[in-house]
């Protein structure tokens, strides 16, 4: 089964990165994750995060994050931590 981890608020087009709040589970770096929303789907590996402009490895529930995607995101897709991450 797959959790939910968040939700996207913000998108920056230019360096592809989403902006996510950590809503029901920390989010790591090298977690599978689902990013689902507006008709479109794909799963991805996260590679980097930061808080604040500062690298971290591990985003706690209750923050948000900017996180390193590999395609185009909308405020309010949702991203789920895919079954078998450890």
């Known amino acids: 089964m797959n959790v939910t ?3 996207v608020t913000h998108y920056y087009d ?16 090298g977690d599978a994750v ?28 209750g923050e948000s994050a900017g996180m390193k995607v590999d395609q185009p995101v909308k405020p309010g897709d949702v991203v789920y931590l895919e079954s078998g991450s450890d």
């Open 14 to 29: 230019k360096i592809g990165v989403a902006v996510v709040d950590v809503l029901n589970q920390p989010l790591k770096t």
């Open 34 to 61: 689902r990013i689902s929303g507006h008709d479109r789907e794909f799963t991805q590996k996260v590679s980097s995060l930061q808080i604040e402009h500062e690298k971290v490895s591990e985003v706690p529930v």
């Open 5 to 7: 981890i968040g939700k």
